[in-house]
């Protein structure tokens, strides 16, 4: 067997190494599948040198030095050196260990379908990581045949995955394939990541040319993907590419992604250095870079927030005592910011909580709104920046968010446009009974008051147009 097209490179073997090299196909608990120039087989690890903590666990797509054994089982003696591996937060760890999902592989293959699956937050998640491994990451939207133009699908991809490339793809047409081609040269390693059901296994069928692989129809009650891929393997293909496939995953924890996270948020951190303050939490601090971004419309407040929860994911497994300290830090902040609300779910349940205005610094009861929800100050009609979707209180932003409009509702009800002086975002909030009406309607009519051009001139057009 030709040992080589499996990309081997002798000069990654150790001067001192014993045993044969070999490339690991398949992993089943302690078992290991592998090729090498003697054929293919099981090996089980030499105990004393692995758990021991000597050598790195070996991984799908790892090379390794083998006892070679044609009767029997062989043993695996050493992990060789990798030039990429991937990673997770190992789901059955409790945030104390990864999880190896593959090694020694040039690209990643990030795949979302352009039916149910497509979520940005999921996307920065996978690139991160695939940053992270060391590999460059391609961003393959698949399913490209069940819309009827993708253009939207690939400029919102776009906006997520920074100087990657993005290409819609379709397994069963094959349209946009002939794109692949760059990749897939003979020698190189691909791995595929993606949620069940995005089209996996459909995309190596489509670059085998054959039925490699058991693909599953979607599920119609809820979108989701059928496991097809019960484990990672790798299969060589007949044009001499590789391709390791992974088993979909729900759940992607960050594990050592410090470096993933500096490429996959570039255009975040591009802002830390150009903040007043040399230690700017990029919280409340005047002169806050990050935050002007936000306001101004350059960065959107939910790739912020998105930052952040992979930032703190990531300092599990860089610092765990670290992590805890701040993570019970910031529960204390989010207890005393909302004692009330971590008792009710205000999706669906009213608020009726008091509070001080944090503008004009009234004490706001609910008695007198005249509706289930009181969410802003009667007097100066302020508000807080607490909620992502009404009443699930998820913002990290708590900026103020002052009125700025009002609109009419298709049943006549008067409704106030709020603008977050932080982060720019606009909401929609009922007026209440107690509302300063004088106020409502300066307002309302603010328009009409400072309008763009001289309102005599509005009765010239009509005599004109008589």
């Known amino acids: 067997m030709n040992f080589k097209k499996y990309g081997f490179c002798p000069s990654t073997i150790p001067k001192d190494a014993n045993g044969i090299p070999a490339r690991i196909t398949a992993v089943n608990r302690e078992r290991y599948e592998f090729v090498c120039e003697a054929g293919t087989g099981l090996a089980h690890l030499k105990a004393g040198m692995y758990y021991a903590g000597d050598e790195a666990f070996p991984t799908t797509g790892d090379f390794v030095m083998l006892d070679w054994q044609s009767a029997g089982e062989s043993r695996i003696l050493q992990t060789l050196s990798r030039k990429s591996f991937f990673a997770r937060l190992d789901p059955s760890s409790s945030g104390h260990g990864a999880q190896a999902v593959a090694a020694n592989f040039d690209y990643v293959f990030i795949l979302q379908s352009l039916d149910r699956d497509f979520n940005p937050r999921r996307l920065e998640r996978y690139l991160t990581l695939a940053w992270s491994s060391g590999a460059v990451p391609v961003v393959l939207l698949t399913k490209a045949d069940r819309v009827s133009d993708d253009s939207s699908w690939l400029r919102a991809a776009g906006e997520v995955a920074v100087e990657v490339d993005v290409l ?3 397994s069963k047409t094959a349209y946009g394939i002939d794109q692949l081609g760059k990749y897939l040269l003979p020698g190189t390693t691909i791995v595929l990541l993606g949620s069940s059901g995005v089209g996996k296994s459909s995309l190596i069928n489509a670059l085998a040319g054959k039925e490699m692989m058991e693909t599953a129809e979607i599920r119609e009650k809820d979108g989701r993907g059928r496991h097809t891929t019960t484990r ?34 570039s255009d975040i951190e591009q802002y830390f250095g150009n903040c007043k303050f040399r230690d700017c939490k990029h919280l409340s601090e005047p002169g806050c870079a990050v935050k002007a971004a936000i306001q101004f419309g350059e960065l959107s407040q939910s790739h912020w927030e998105n930052y952040l929860k992979l930032r703190n994911e990531n300092q599990i497994g860089d610092n ?13 902040e989010i207890a005393k910011f909302h004692k009330t609300s971590r008792k009710n779910d205000y999706r669906n349940e009213p ?6 205005c944090k503008v004009c610094s009234t004490c706001v009861v609910p008695e007198d709104a005249g509706s289930q929800h009181r969410n802003h100050c009667p007097c100066c009609l302020s508000s807080i920046h607490i909620d992502n979707k009404p009443g699930d209180r998820a913002s990290l932003c708590k900026g103020i968010m002052e009125p700025i409009g009002m609109w009419v509702r298709k049943n006549g009800e008067w409704a106030i446009i709020h603008r977050c002086r932080s982060c720019g975002i606009l909401h929609s909030n009922r007026i209440a009974a107690d509302d300063n009406s004088t106020l409502l309607m300066s307002i309302a009519v603010k328009p009409l008051a400072q309008p763009p051009f001289p309102l005599w001139s509005m009765g010239e057009s009509i005599e004109v147009s008589n």
């Open 168 to 170: 819609a793809i379709s």
């Open 351 to 356: 608020c009726n909580e008091s509070f001080i």
């Open 320 to 332: 765990k005592a670290g992590y805890l300290r701040a993570k019970e830090q910031r529960f204390k």
């Open 232 to 265: 990672r393997q790798l299969l060589l293909l007949k044009s001499g590419v590789m391709v390791i496939d992974t088993p979909g995953m729900r759940e992607l924890g960050m594990w050592d992604a410090e470096e993933g996270l500096s490429k996959s948020f």
